[in-house]
Structures are given as structure tokens and as C-alpha cells.
């Protein structure tokens, strides 16, 4: 599927789900003075205008970050890493997972970024162009099970598909599977919407069995009237000292907005 395009939906709540806990793991990682590598399998282009059309047409980014940016103080890694995008780029802009990793990681930090949509990968190899990081344009899922175990071995891979194709459902678990067997001291993060129907169970129920396993769940209201997505999810296999308690915490603000 080529049709997905994030701008549409960057900023909204499960975005800021999603991003807060990646910002957190990757604040955590580079404490420690070691090397880590950085996979990413649905990339997107990285950097959002969230006075563009695309934003304003959904309204997601007003019901999104833009409600809940006062969750975080000023020297939480989410809140950093929007600041040092919005010093770069504009008040308005808004960091994609890649960016937010780049701004995060150090000289010697490796990371690999796919994106299969053409625009979306023009647009992603622009704003990566400042920073060291291989970009191509594969499947997300083939690109990282070429690449693990990686070189230096310790880091994270994001998996955040759209899930357009019903099959992913099934698929995407099968690939965390297959990592966690090719890279068993990586930590993975699994992203998945909560919608009618409840596909996400079938990932919960894949997953269920393996151990080392953080499985979170946030459910908000609906950015606007009829809009399916009612919550994010993210299993992440070998969770870092500390993110069950930044998960709970997250957990009890979401639980405000219901």
C-alpha cells in the first residue's frame, strides 16, 4: 500500500503516545557511553508542518499534541526534542519518530531509516540530509531483517506500519518474532491503533507467549466525529529499567481526557 501519508495524522494522541515513550527509551539508551543502532521500518518523511493543509484538514494535531503539550515539563525528552525541532524549523513544526531519534542520538550512534512511499521518501532523505543516517527506500520489514543483528548490536527498532493492509495484523508480529530471534538483546517497540473490532488482539494474542514483553495501552475519544481510532497500543520487547513506570505515569494522563 503507497497511499498512506502521516501528515494527515502527525501530532495526534497516539502520536504522542508513541513518541513520548520513544523519546524516553532513547534519552535512556544515550546516557550509557556505548553505541547503539537505530532501525526504523515505516519511516515517513520526518518532519511535519502542522499549519499545513494536510494537519489543519483533519484537525488530529488540535486534538493531539497541541491539547496535552502541558503533560510534559520542559526537560522531558518528548518536550526536548519538539523544542529543538520548533528552534530549527518553526513554532509549528513537529518532529516524525526519525527526527526525534536523530536530534537524540551522538556521533558514532548508527541508524537506518525505510520508507517504500516515493514521496514520503524524497521528502524523508531531505530532512535526514543533515544528519548521518542510511535511508532507503524497502520494504520496512525486509529492511530490517537484513540489517539485524546490527552493528554496534545494543539499540532499538521502531516498527510503526499503518495498518491499511489487514494482513499486518498477522505479519507484523511474525516480523517481531523473527528480529527478536535474529537480535535477542534489541529492544523493539511495536506500534498498533486501537479500532472498531479490536484487530489488535490479534497481536496481543501473537505476542502474548514471549517474555521480556512491556505491553501499554492509552484509549482517548476520537479526534472528531466518526474517526475510528479510539486508542495506541505498543508492545516493546525488552523494555528498559524504568519505562513501566514512564508508561504508567503517561497511562494516568490519558486517562484524563475520557
Request: net charge neutral; with cysteine; proline share 8%.
Amino acid at each position: 500500500m503507497l497511499s498512506y501519508q502521516h501528515a494527515y495524522h502527525a501530532a495526534n494522541l497516539a502520536d504522542v503516545h508513541k513518541h513520548a515513550l520513544l523519546a524516553w527509551v532513547l534519552d535512556y539508551l544515550t546516557r550509557k557511553d556505548k553505541p547503539l543502532s537505530y532501525i526504523e521500518t515505516h519511516a515517513g518523511r520526518g518532519l511535519y508542518d502542522l499549519e499545513g493543509e494536510a494537519a489543519r484538514k483533519t484537525g488530529e494535531a488540535a486534538q493531539g499534541f497541541d491539547r496535552v503539550a502541558g503533560w510534559f515539563g520542559p526537560d522531558h525528552p518528548y518536550a526536548v526534542q519538539v523544542a529543538r525541532t520548533r528552534a530549527l524549523h518553526g513554532v509549528r513544526a513537529y518532529p516524525g519518530s526519525p527526527l526525534i531519534a536523530a536530534q537524540a542520538l551522538r556521533p558514532g550512534d548508527r541508524m537506518h531509516l525505510a520508507e517504500l512511499h516515493p514521496q514520503e521518501f524524497a521528502a524523508l532523505s531531505y530532512t535526514m540530509s543533515p544528519h548521518e543516517a542510511h535511508v532507503a527506500q524497502r520494504e520496512g520489514a525486509e529492511f530490517a531483517l537484513s540489517l539485524t543483528p546490527p552493528d554496534p548490536r545494543r539499540g532499538l527498532c521502531l516498527i510503526d506500519p499503518s495498518y491499511e493492509v489487514k494482513d499486518d495484523y498477522v505479519t507484523i508480529p511474525l516480523l517481531v518474532q523473527k528480529l527478536h530471534r535474529k537480535w535477542p538483546v534489541g529492544i523493539i517497540m511495536l506500534w498498533f491503533p486501537l479500532l472498531a473490532g479490536n484487530p489488535h488482539a490479534q497481536i496481543l494474542a501473537r505476542l502474548g507467549g514471549m517474555e521480556g514483553v512491556l505491553r501499554h495501552i492509552v484509549r482517548f475519544p476520537p479526534a472528531r466525529p466518526g474517526h475510528g481510532m479510539t486508542g495506541s497500543g505498543l508492545v516493546v520487547i525488552n523494555p528498559p529499567y524504568g519505562l513501566a513506570e514512564q508508561a504508567a505515569w503517561l497511562e494516568g494522563k490519558f486517562a484524563q481526557l475520557s
